[in-house]
């Protein structure tokens, strides 16, 4: 199942569900000339929610609704790269975090709650977009499944209330700021919901912190705002999957691995990046590749979709369970262009594709928007790390051993 959300709302979408008692992955992605592309991820078991955010979801969006709990949790413990078939690392820590204690049984499946119900609040009143059903296995293992009708029913009156709100509330990721300094300054001694009033924090962040609706934080910054106390700075929604924004000035080079079984392909993103100052790694074996990218610690990976012995989207979905690699830039090259293939991309975890054949220009743009721009100046690389192990990188022959 699947098609345009503009044939088909969420609602119509979730209904289709819930009375079907269908069991699958529902994929929906957002375009919006004014906002960058977004998408979600939510999975059903006969008919009920399981879990639900966004593809490319880390441990940011948990980590700020543990706040309120005061946890002393060594993240580093978590193993996370252990916890496949999790396949959402945010899910896959909630359940490490059940398991070793940190939390009961009944506050995990309130978090989890709270991590639907923020998704909902995202997405049930998008009207520009695609959506995809696949009707397979669920998430495993399943800690609690939620109804669906009472969760939209509370979803949608935060909204309306919300909407009331309007023009002075346009977003949630705006971030409201205390007009006047002093205040600021005396942060402890303020109301909690003032206290974060800082034009960083938006007020998504200030109602996991608080534990509070996103509504209800908005209600209560309301009278603030009326009274001239408070103003709210615009923010953009973040894109899917942690888009890495750095400063244009190189203080380092960008360095890039692309893996491709194509001499020709890897020949000729060596060359066009290389020349744009890019320190370029290629590797024509994904296998040996997920070995020595522990080792080259790149910036950006560019991965065949279509390899022997490891296709590029099990590679991606490998590398997406280590922790060093989860907020990576992973694009994928492919030779079809569909919607089918883009939501099987983001369901392992990419960041991003680029169709076969490309140019230099939208190789270029692409590499820009995930790590900057190379510097050409750059001095000759000398003794890098890849002329150490240039002798295992390239070898035509690995496909047979």
Not at 118 to 124: A, G, R
Not at 266 to 292: C, F, H, W
Not at 335 to 362: C, H, I, Q, W
Request: aromatic letters at 8%.
């Amino acid at each position: 199942m699947q098609g345009q959300l503009s044939e088909l709302d969420i609602h119509s979408i979730f209904q289709l569900i819930d009375i079907g008692q269908q069991t699958g992955e529902l994929y929906i992605e957002s375009f919006d000339q004014k906002a960058p592309p977004n998408s979600w991820l939510m999975f059903f078991a006969n008919g009920g929610i399981l879990y639900a955010g966004r593809t490319g979801e880390q441990l940011e969006r948990l980590q700020d609704i543990l706040h309120p709990l005061n946890l002393s949790i060594n993240w580093a413990d978590a193993a996370l790269s252990d916890l496949a078939p999790l396949r959402p690392p945010e899910y896959g820590a909630l359940w490490w975090l059940l398991e070793h204690n940190y939390l009961t049984t009944q506050q995990a499946r309130s978090i989890l709650c709270r991590l639907i119900e923020e998704t909902l609040f995202e997405v049930i009143s998008l009207h520009q977009g695609r959506f995809s059903f696949r009707f397979r296995a669920s998430l495993s293992p399943q800690l609690t499944d939620f109804s669906i009708p009472p969760l939209v029913k509370r979803v949608v009156r935060q909204l309306q209330g919300w909407l009331q709100l309007h023009p002075h509330f346009s977003s949630f990721y705006d971030c409201p700021l205390l007009t006047d300094a002093h205040q600021l300054d005396a942060a402890s001694s303020l109301p909690p919901l003032l206290s974060m009033a800082n034009g960083k924090t938006p007020i998504i962040r200030i109602s996991r912190h608080l534990n509070r609706t996103i509504f209800s934080v908005a209600h209560g910054l309301y009278p603030y705002i009326q009274q001239g106390q408070l103003q709210l700075l615009h923010r953009s929604t973040p894109a899917t999957n942690h888009q890495s924004s750095r400063d244009p000035i190189i203080s380092t080079v960008p360095r890039i691995v692309c893996i491709d079984d194509t001499l020709a392909v890897r020949q000729a993103i060596e060359m066009m990046l290389d020349t744009y100052g890019y320190e370029v790694t290629s590797i024509a074996n994904p296998v040996k590749a997920l070995s020595l990218l522990f080792s080259l610690k790149p910036d950006l990976i560019l991965c065949d979709v279509a390899m022997p012995e490891l296709e590029g989207h099990q590679l991606c979905a490998m590398l997406r369970q280590a922790p060093c690699f989860q907020a990576v830039p992973i694009v994928m090259l492919t030779g079809k262009d569909s919607f089918v293939d883009r939501v099987k991309a983001n369901m392992v975890g990419a960041t991003d594709y680029l169709t076969k054949p490309f140019g230099e220009p939208e190789l270029l743009a692409l590499v820009e928007k995930y790590v900057g721009r190379g510097n050409p100046k750059r001095l000759a690389p000398g003794t890098l790390l890849e002329q150490e192990i240039s002798a295992t990188l390239n070898p035509e022959s690995w496909s047979s051993s």
